[in-house]
């Protein structure tokens, strides 16, 4: 099968399991309901908000379904470029501490009684500050490899702000905010609306920007540093620029949805089965792979039980086993 075709048919899958996710939930809705209330408003005759029906479909499902897509797709191809950058299969965004650095700006902004767009505001900031002190830290180390000093660098910070956030928690009404924080950390799609993705987007399109556009110098990167540089790279630059990228567009997803792990490892390596180590075929499958495997988790969160299973303890549940037969197989080989 070509590259175009798998691309093709990931989108028809994308598609058929986002009309599928529209029908299914504690509501049903019938296809004829679908149909009708999408030809209204097409036909820009308005949406019938004293249907329930309608109401459910344009204001809850198809805003959790859009966040579904964009956000698997921002963490999957941030996941592939984190990948392509350290040679190893087994990273993820988490190893900078980009979620820890969110979960604590979020868990302050919860414990302090903030609005949710100032929590947003806050995971976003915490994310990025994070990775800063990570990049910071690795760049004064006297260490002969860069990628050493920022796990390193990644793991300790990470720590850090984890401890952060098992303070904030002790600290908090256990009647009120507690649950909260717990939730958040957790992660979903649940509190998701429109305007929360059409704010997220921005920053994602500026953090892909230069990941689309640079993709072919991620295929330098996979070489030793010493033959990229030979062939024209500037590699610091370069890993540093897609740092900065996949950092930014972690952030945008994290304030918005909450903690939602292993998507950024489990994806890119199932997409990298599909079309080898390639990135600029990889880039597009994996963002598509991510969208589609969002798409499917989270239908599944809101339908197997009576009561909403956090997304993050499903994406856990897939991507731990996942990531320990990567480990028996030897991930760090390419």
């Known amino acids: 099968m070509s590259n175009r075709s798998r691309i093709l048919l990931l989108l028809g899958l994308l598609i058929l399991a986002s009309l599928v996710s529209l029908l299914v939930g504690q509501h049903d809705i019938s296809p004829a309901t679908i149909v009708r209330s999408m030809g209204r408003s097409l036909a820009d005759l308005g949406v019938d908000m004293s249907s329930g029906d309608d109401v459910v479909l344009w204001k809850i499902r198809l805003p959790r379904i859009l966040a579904a897509v964009v956000v698997g797709a921002a963490l999957s191809v941030a996941g592939t470029a984190y990948q392509g950058m350290f040679r190893n299969p087994l990273v993820s965004p988490d190893i900078l501490g980009v979620s820890a650095g969110a979960g604590l700006g979020a868990v302050l902004a ?54 952060g956030i098992s303070l904030i928690k002790i600290l908090s009404d256990p009647h009120s905010q507690l649950s909260s924080i717990t939730f958040w950390l957790l992660g979903g799609l649940n ?144």
């Open 110 to 163: 919860i414990y302090l009684d903030f609005s949710v767009r100032v929590t947003q505001l806050f995971a976003f900031s915490g994310g990025l500050l994070a990775v800063t002190l990570v990049c910071a830290v690795a760049w004064c180390a006297r260490t002969r490899s860069l990628i050493l000093a920022l796990v390193l660098s990644g793991v300790a910070v990470g720590s850090l702000f984890a401890s």
């Open 191 to 334: 509190t998701i609306g429109a305007d929360d993705v059409l704010g997220a987007l921005p920053w994602i399109t500026l953090a892909l920007a230069p990941l689309v556009l640079l993709r072919w110098r991620m295929n330098l990167l996979s070489f030793e540093d010493d033959e990229a540089r030979a062939m024209g790279v500037d590699v610091t630059r370069t890993r540093i620029a897609f740092i900065v990228a996949a950092t930014l567009m972690t952030s945008a997803v994290v304030a918005i949805s909450g903690v939602i792990g292993w998507v950024g490892l489990v994806v890119p390596h199932m997409a990298r089965f599909l079309t080898g180590p390639d990135f600029r075929i990889l880039l597009p499958v994996s963002m598509l792979s991510g969208a589609l495997f969002l798409v499917v988790t989270d239908t599944a969160a809101r339908t197997v039980a009576p009561v909403e299973i956090p997304l993050g303890i499903l994406t856990a549940f897939i991507g731990v086993p996942f990531f320990l037969v990567l480990l028996v197989r030897g991930g760090d080989r390419r």
